[in-house]
């Protein structure tokens, strides 16, 4: 019964979503208060529906409910119940019923917390909203049921993709959502001020937090994924170019760039052509991923609810929502102010060198992951681009970026003195070389130019703190007086310091692994060693076991500290026996900020084993960059100012207001 009961509810939700879709909009067109106030009410009880709706399939997964065909296939009753409520998601139906639950949140937390919007504003962003979410919502009623019945009910189900039942990709898709949904109410504050023609510095203030909030689920998102490809696939990478990687990150480089850009358009009034221009094209390169990774055009591992005569309904989406708002852009241009004025030498004109580097990278990702397509589609031949195009064209984009990052903070508004910021920046620029000097001197086994990115990540790193020293006055001002201003100092101000030194922390593990990293691929025997990066490594033999519903094959490896047993490592081959499916287990041991990595290969009757052993020099810090990113994020949105976008001003100028008048 509550599979039907959710059904309905999901039907329920797209007539109110039409509801909503429609009548705010009216209402701002026809200045009527009452019909604007709907969305209020409209926005938080569709995404309860949602919620019940969803809450009903997840039910149903819990239970191993077998007569629901979306269970049956993606389910299996000796599962995990940590995989059986990550399952909801892991297919096709369920992922997209996991998108418009999150549509429906965004703009539910719009209606409840956009007290401070005007009428016709907020109106016409969640009827906006609606729309998206009323396109997707006919999309999941109409192709993609997920509580479709089955009669006669299957005895058991065909079990979850094998390589799905991780922690890492439970996690993984419900954070990678959020940011591209998020980007959802960035676009309709874009396409609602296009349609009321009103775009000025207090919406900049009112889009930023929003866009905030979905680049930080998104870096999270994409960083939680890079990790369960690395540890779960047993390949040893942590990025591979893969087009389904690129369709996530795309977004994210364009998502950058609209917040920096939404930054200058709220302090200067400056670059509103281009932060609308960049909210549109934010979400339309989400919708893009979104068609990639389900309409089948694509093969990759990450691809794991493809559908191809779905995905038409997809483009046709794809097609309605970014046609539809560049042509909305293209008629309104014309009447938009450009804005401020600024000298390139200005904090301005370092955030318009982020966007432009930001945006030719996103075209440089764009065009290697749609050219093979394209190429194919008219041709019939098939290519390959892989990391090789776009180490020698993205990488290069990014060194000047990086090199520009700690300048940007030290720059005046308006008009900046580079010489100055140099200056403040000397201290920063010495501890830089110091350390490439060093790691020239210490690291010499690894490629000439390991050094440079080395001081690259340092440079970011001690740059992002060069501001906070400045603004603390240390060591002019003392200790005490310093700590005092910098506990004094905006949310903002340490958020960005937070995020650009986990930049710096992501290029340290990047460079580290990639310039330092060594491999050994082996034969052993119980008994047997194998020595790397100082480390020995011995096969002490092969044990079998049974997990709930898979058999696993490990073999057993002691990490040797001299003479005594420091770490035992446990890669393993697993073969899923309801869909007869074999997965890769790595064994990792974490030492510092390093990693020795094991990954099991082919078996041999003599008992011998094909062992791949990586030493990953930093390679955590990578993740842990992502970490003090997210962070960083998360503290400038706990900043009062940018929470509430345009806050009510205080009882008492409201008082002395109302005495003037």
Do not use: C
């Amino acid at each position: 019964m509550i599979v039907e009961i959710g059904h309905y509810t999901l039907i329920l939700a797209l007539a109110l979503t039409l509801v909503q879709a429609v009548v705010p909009i009216w209402g701002a067109i026809a200045n009527d208060d009452r019909m604007m106030a709907t969305a209020s009410y409209t926005s938080p009880a569709v995404f309860l529906l949602l919620l019940f709706s969803f809450a009903a399939l997840a039910t149903a997964y819990v239970t191993s409910d077998f007569s629901v065909q979306n269970v049956w296939q993606n389910s299996h009753s000796k599962m995990p119940l940590i995989f059986k409520i990550s399952g909801t998601w892991g297919n096709h139906e369920g992922s997209m019923m996991l998108w418009v639950l999150i549509l429906g949140l965004f703009a539910a937390l719009v209606a409840v917390f956009g007290k401070n919007l005007p009428p016709s504003l907020k109106a016409n962003v969640l009827g906006v909203q609606g729309w998206i979410l009323a396109a997707f919502l006919l999309f999941i009623v109409f192709t993609s049921n997920p509580f479709i019945r089955l009669d006669p009910v299957p005895f058991e189900g065909r079990d979850l993709n094998p390589i799905l039942q991780d922690i890492g990709l439970a996690i993984h898709p419900p954070l990678l959502y959020l940011g591209y949904v998020g980007y959802s109410i960035t676009f309709a504050f874009a396409v609602a001020a296009l349609i009321d023609g009103r775009i000025d510095a207090a919406w900049a203030r009112w889009v930023r937090p929003w866009a905030l909030l979905a680049w930080i689920f998104l870096t999270a998102g994409i960083s939680v994924g890079s990790y369960w490809a690395y540890y779960e696939l047993g390949w040893g990478g942590w990025w591979f170019w893969d087009p389904v990687e690129n369709s996530s990150f795309m977004p994210w480089l364009a998502g950058t760039a609209l917040l920096h850009s939404a930054l200058v358009m709220e302090k200067r009034s400056a670059l509103k052509i281009w932060t609308v221009l960049l909210a549109i094209l934010t979400f339309s390169l989400s919708l893009l991923g979104t068609f990639l990774v389900r309409s089948g055009v694509l093969t990759s591992v990450h691809v794991f609810a493809s559908d191809p005569e779905r995905g038409l309904y997809i483009l046709f989406i794809l097609v309605l929502f970014i046609g539809g708002s560049f042509a909305l852009f293209a008629k309104r241009v014309g009447t938009l102010q450009t804005g401020g004025i600024f000298a390139p030498i200005s904090r301005e004109g370092a955030l318009v060198f982020n966007n432009l580097i930001l945006s030719t990278a996103t075209a440089t990702v764009l065009v290697g992951t749609l050219y093979p397509l394209v190429l194919e589609a008219i041709t019939g031949n098939k290519i390959s681009v892989g990391a090789p195009f776009f180490n020698l064209t993205f990488i290069p984009l990014m060194i000047p970026l990086f090199i520009a990052v700690p300048f940007g903070p030290l720059l005046a508004w308006k008009r900046g003195d580079v010489y100055a910021a140099a200056q403040r920046l000397f201290a920063v620029f010495g501890i830089t070389l110091l350390i490439m000097v060093v790691a020239y001197v210490f690291l010499s086994e690894g490629p000439v130019m390991a050094p440079l990115g080395i001081g690259l990540a340092a440079w970011l790193m001690f740059g992002s703190l060069a501001e906070l020293q400045l603004r603390s006055g240390f060591p002019k001002n003392s200790f005490k007086v310093a700590i005092r201003r910098l506990k004094g100092l905006p949310r903002t101000v340490w958020g960005t310091a937070i995020a650009h030194f986990g930049l710096g922390l992501t290029v340290l593990g990047v460079v580290g692994v990639t310039a330092y990293e060594s491999e050994n691929i082996t034969i052993l025997k119980p008994g047997e060693t194998a020595n790397i990066a100082g480390y020995t490594l011995r096969m002490e033999g092969m044990v079998s076991r049974n997990g709930p519903n898979f058999q696993e094959n490990a073999a057993q490896i002691s990490v040797m500290d001299g003479t005594r047993v420091a770490d035992t490592l446990e890669p393993s081959k697993r073969i899923y026996t309801a869909r007869n499916m074999p997965t890769s287990e790595a064994a990792i041991k974490t030492i510092w900020f390093s990693q020795l990595y094991v990954a099991l290969g082919e078996v041999k009757e003599d008992g011998s084993a094909v062992l791949r052993i990586w030493w990953k020099p930093l390679i955590t810090l990578i993740w842990i960059g992502s970490i003090f990113m997210v962070l960083g994020g998360a503290y400038s949105l706990s900043d009062r100012r940018l929470r509430v976008g345009a806050p009510k001003p205080s009882a008492k100028r409201a008082r002395a207001a109302n005495a003037t008048n």
